[in-house]
């Protein structure tokens, strides 16, 4: 193929402006007279295909889409609860009455955004408190925002939810792995070194302990029954 610069108006060239095999949407297609209808008719697509995602966003725009409802509901919840004034003790005590109504038969799924309300109000309930952290002083000032409420749903379901260093893995986690703790069965928090199995006992481990729940930190070196 030959890269031809097509001018602008203002005369100047542009690297945009570039086609290749004059193809009349600059995609590298094949030069010859008989390429040219496969051409024009994959140039065709691609502006539809792009038109389409314009109007009705990508497959994961579709699906982030879903979760909003869910979202709205667990923010609703917990501005019920911060409504309500919660003390420590109430905490553990509604934790209690999640398991007994997953024991008459209500599944993770109807309790989960009374579930993940309340672990963003024990958040709340948190902040300005210290805890030893791996020999460092830490002081808690996290409360789960909206996208990281949608990546403790899609964990919950089984899915990935990527996010990049920052945007708060650590505390999403907490959130999927309070819901599935509430069956009695026990929920593995699995990392990729010791160091960081300790960190988030101790770290995230003040959730789950406001909460109710007991935390414990397998790493190298412990006994069979430790």
């Not at 570039?18 to 030069?31: A, K, L, M």
């Not at 010859?32 to 038109?51: A, E, G, K």
């Not at 995230?204 to 070196?221: E, K, N, P």
Request: one cysteine or more.
């Amino acid at each position: 193929a030959r890269l031809r610069l097509s001018k602008a108006k203002t005369g100047k060239k542009r690297a945009e402006d570039v086609r290749i095999g004059g193809s009349p949407c600059g995609q590298n297609h094949e030069t010859s007279d008989r390429m040219q209808p496969f051409s024009r008719v994959f140039c065709y697509n691609t502006r539809n295909m792009n038109l389409l995602k314009l109007l009705f966003g990508t497959k994961n725009d579709r699906e982030l889409k879903k979760l909003w409802p869910i979202v709205r509901e667990i923010n609703r919840i917990e501005e019920g609860y911060q409504a309500e004034n919660f003390t420590d003790e109430d905490f553990p005590k509604k934790t209690q009455e999640f398991r007994d109504r997953l024991a008459k038969g209500e599944t993770l799924d109807q309790i989960l955004p009374e579930a993940y309300a309340l672990v963003k109000n024990a958040c709340r309930h948190l902040l300005g408190t210290t805890e030893e952290v791996c020999g460092h002083t830490l002081t808690w000032n996290m409360v789960p925002f909206d996208v990281q409420l949608i990546g403790g749903i899609v964990l919950h379901r089984g899915q990935i939810a990527e996010m990049r260093t920052g945007e708060g893995k650590t505390l999403v986690a907490t959130l999927a792995v309070y819901l599935n703790a509430l069956t009695g069965k026990g929920v593995h928090v699995v990392t990729v070194n010791d160091y960081l199995a300790k960190r988030d006992s101790d770290w995230m481990g003040q959730i789950y302990r406001f909460l109710g729940m007991t935390v414990g930190a397998i790493v190298h070196g412990l006994t069979d029954e430790e």
